[in-house]
Antibody
Framework: QGQLVESGGGVVQPGTSLRLSCVAS????????IHWVRQAPGKGLQWVALIWNDGNKKYYADAMEGRSTLSRDNSRNTVYLQMNSLTAEDTAVYYC????????????????WGQGTTVTVSS | DIQLTQSPSFLSASVGDRVTITCRAS??????LAWYQQKSGKAPKLLIF???TLQSGVPSRFSGSGSGTDFTLSISSLQPDDFATYYC?????????FGQGTKVEIK
């Protein structure tokens, strides 16, 4: 059974940076976009960002724009989310998920999700 | 940005009940809508994509409908395993936001 595994979370101080990783094993990775979704404690799902299969297109939520960078290494089946200038509002479980279907810009859905990695921003 | 509003936010129902959750978009999103189920402490699970297509392996008591701005998720006969929180997500342009969620609890 294929899976996605996130790592890189932890407890960090406000203003610092963190790089999250999402590694795929046992499932087809390179043809698909990868989304990041986060969930603050007791709250709903919040879309964070998307990187397309070839890494050439990237989209970010307004809250992440300008302080986050997506990248991917298809040879390592890995996507990275670099987050800078972290604040308490970034405290959440961060999930990566595979995008399947769609027409190259719209549509599809997130069919495989990782178990999440927890980021806590606190002084 | 497109906003998704789910209703109700909370639903109390009994095993065997028919349940309907609605998701309204602030502007038209064609049929680019997905539904997910999330249980406490777990990652979301895909139920429905393209508004009405059942994901492989999902029980047929789940169904989705709608297009444009108004969508529904229905559970024909609620089972004990269905008590969870449900989210809609649009995949029409960016950002691809989620609804605020609907928690389904046992009456």
């Amino acid at each position: 059974q294929g899976q996605l595994v996130e790592s890189g979370g932890g407890v960090v101080q406000p203003g610092t940076s963190l790089r999250l990783s999402c590694v795929a094993s046992g499932l087809t990775f390179s043809p698909y976009g990868i989304h990041w979704v986060r969930q603050a404690p007791g709250k709903g799902l919040q879309w964070v960002a998307l990187i397309w299969n070839d890494g050439n297109k990237k989209y970010y939520a307004d809250a992440m724009e300008g302080r986050s960078t997506l990248s991917r290494d298809n040879s390592r089946n890995t996507v990275y989310l670099q987050m800078n200038s972290l604040t308490a509002e970034d405290t959440a479980v961060y999930y990566c998920a595979r995008l399947v279907g769609g027409d190259g810009y719209n549509g599809g859905a997130l069919d495989v999700w990782g178990q999440g990695t927890t980021v806590t921003v606190s002084s | 940005d497109i906003q998704l509003t789910q209703s109700p936010s909370f639903l109390s129902a009994s095993v065997g009940d028919r349940v309907t959750i609605t998701c309204r978009a602030s502007q038209g999103i064609n049929n680019y809508l997905a539904w997910y189920q999330q249980k406490s402490g777990k990652a979301p699970k895909l139920l429905i994509f393209d508004a009405s297509t059942l994901q492989s392996g999902v029980p047929s008591r789940f169904s989705g409908s709608g297009s444009g701005t108004d969508f529904t998720l229905s559970i024909s006969s609620l089972q004990p395993d269905d008590f969870a929180t449900y989210y809609c997500q649009h995949l029409n342009s960016y950002p691809q936001t989620f609804g605020q969620g609907t928690k389904v609890e046992i009456k």
